[in-house]
């Protein structure tokens, strides 16, 4: 039995004060506020929340960070230098990058992560020995960083979609897709559950799956989580309706995706029967905030789709940002700069936002501090230069990745002192992009 001591933390009922918290064999065996520190409990360095789930992340996208700001452009243009990139990549630069990132995340209080994960082959397109090598490097890498991980493994049949069709994978996407939807099944069946792990699937988008092949990728998620990316660009929605008459959104839905078990990444260009389809399927929408103001995306009807149903979840995507309060507050600004007002969400939505509805898209329970829960919190500093003078329940609004102390996954510390049990992220990602030459 570990026991520790908060000033304030985040329990499902809002932000109490003076909470013991008390952990055996990796659960939350007992928390109580308002009570005195005991002399055996730990104290904790700052405001606690419960663990926070990054919903959405292609690690390797993190090589690109402060790199493609040089010649302007729109999302297409970054598209092309990120698969520059993804040629270079193999299975050994991919576990270092991993792990790099993963360390980076939970330095920053992530404690859950959604891999999307859709970089699957060699550079020909053949498959590795172990088929899943790749996506193995990335469960090597959590457990070694300590995070939850659900890998989402993608489905990516095509090359791209237009009012005529659905184009072949070019050669950089060969890579990226397998020969047909039975072979991405049969490689999927491979993939093995382990502690830590959780499996789930995705369907990259309607422009890489046809929609013959959806149904085949809903059902192989069975209970598990499946991930979409969703209406991310105008283009989309304009090749989608030109084929088949219809929104990417109305598509999903004819098919069976879309339930409480699905998130849709994105969801930023919707049109109002889109946002009906979602929240009435009890869909999860996935927010990159960070990543769709870097990428130039647009700003999306966050407010309009939890009101219609959908629970609401955030993730870092492309990494230009791994910063959960930076995607947190990001969501509330967005939503205040399209809508003229302020509070679109209380501090309250945003933390449950950022972990418990996290959580629950990617197929783990908690994400809550209480009796039974897996133990997983972060501790948030509230003396530091950003901090100081903040109320506790309004901290997520001040606070940088920099202000996490502590964070503890499954009762195991796994950030102290602001420092990683595996050494330092830093080091580790500027190994990984010295083999990447990307520094
Ligand atoms: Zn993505």
Same mark, same amino acid.
Not at 75 to 81: C, H, L, S, V
Not at 162 to 169: D, I, S
Not at 176 to 198: C, E, H, K, N, T
């Given at each position: 039995m570990t026991s520790y001591w908060a000033a304030d933390a985040w329990l499902p009922d809002g932000c109490q004060s003076a909470v013991r918290i008390?952990?055996?064999?990796?659960?939350?065996?007992?928390?109580?506020? +308002?009570? #005195?520190?005991?002399?055996?409990?730990?104290?904790?360095? !700052?405001?606690?929340?419960? !663990?926070?789930?990054?919903?959405?992340?292609?690690?390797?996208?993190?090589? &690109?960070?402060?790199?493609?700001?040089?010649?302007?452009?729109?999302?297409?243009?970054?598209?092309? %230098?990120?698969?520059?990139?993804?040629?270079?990549?193999?299975?050994?630069?991919?576990?270092?990058?991993?792990?790099a990132v993963f360390a980076e995340m939970t330095l920053a209080g992530y404690t859950a992560v959604g891999e999307f994960h859709y970089l699957h082959h060699d550079r020909g397109g053949r498959g590795y020995a172990d088929p899943n090598a790749l996506g193995a490097g990335l469960i %090597?890498?959590? #457990?070694?960083?300590?995070?939850?991980?659900?890998?989402?493994?993608?489905?990516?049949?095509?090359?791209?979609l237009?009012?005529?069709?659905?184009?072949?994978?070019d050669e950089i996407q060969q890579r990226?897709?397998?020969?047909?939807?039975?072979?991405?099944?049969?490689?999927? #069946?491979?993939?093995?559950? #382990?502690? !830590? &792990?959780?499996l789930g699937v995705a369907v990259h988008s309607v422009r890489a799956v046809p929609a013959e092949a959806l149904s085949a990728v809903r059902n192989a998620a069975g209970e598990g989580a499946l991930h979409v990316h969703l209406s991310e660009q105008p283009a989309e929605n304009a090749a989608c309706q030109a084929y088949y008459g219809r929104s990417p959104t109305q598509l999903l839905d004819d098919h069976g995706v879309l339930s409480?078990?699905?998130t849709a990444v994105h969801a930023t260009h919707l049109t109002n029967t889109d946002v009906a389809i979602l929240g009435g399927s009890g869909t999860t929408a996935g927010f990159c905030p960070t990543t769709e103001a870097d990428l130039a995306d647009g700003i999306g009807p966050a407010r309009r789709l939890f009101d219609a149903g959908s629970p609401l979840a955030l993730g870092s995507d492309q990494h230009a940002v791994i910063d959960p309060f930076a995607e947190?507050? !990001?969501?509330?600004?967005?939503?205040?700069?399209?809508? +003229?007002?302020?509070?679109?969400?209380?501090?309250?939505e945003l933390v449950t936002f950022a972990s418990e509805s996290g959580y629950r898209s990617l197929g783990w329970e908690g994400g809550r501090i209480e009796p039974g829960a897996p133990a997983d919190f972060v501790v948030v500093r509230a003396d530091s230069v950003r901090t100081a003078g903040t109320r506790p329940e309004q901290i997520c609004y001040a606070a940088t990745a920099a202000d996490v102390e502590q964070v503890v996954i499954g009762g195991r510390t796994?950030?102290?002192?602001?420092?990683?049990?595996?050494?330092?992220?830093?080091?580790?990602l500027a190994a990984a992009l010295d083999r990447l030459g990307e520094r």
């Open positions: 008390r952990i055996e064999g990796g659960r939350f065996a007992d928390v109580q506020p +308002g009570v #005195a520190r005991d002399p055996g409990d730990e104290a904790l360095p !700052g405001v606690v929340l419960p !663990g926070l789930a990054n919903v959405h992340s292609h690690a390797f996208h993190r090589a &690109l960070r402060g790199r493609t700001h040089g010649g302007g452009g729109t999302f297409w243009t970054w598209r092309e %230098q990120m698969y520059a990139l993804a040629t270079r990549l193999d299975p050994d630069s991919y576990l270092d990058l991993a792990r %090597q890498a959590a #457990a070694e960083v300590g995070i939850r991980l659900t890998l989402l493994d993608a489905c990516y049949l095509s090359g791209g237009t009012a005529g069709g659905h184009l072949p994978l990226f897709g397998d020969s047909d939807i039975d072979a991405w099944q049969a490689r999927v #069946a491979l993939l093995r559950p #382990a502690a !830590g &792990l959780r409480t078990r699905t947190l507050h !990001g969501l509330e600004l967005h939503e205040r700069l399209a809508s +003229g007002e302020r509070g679109r969400f209380t501090p309250a796994i950030v102290k002192d602001g420092c990683h049990h595996l050494g330092s992220p830093s080091l580790l």
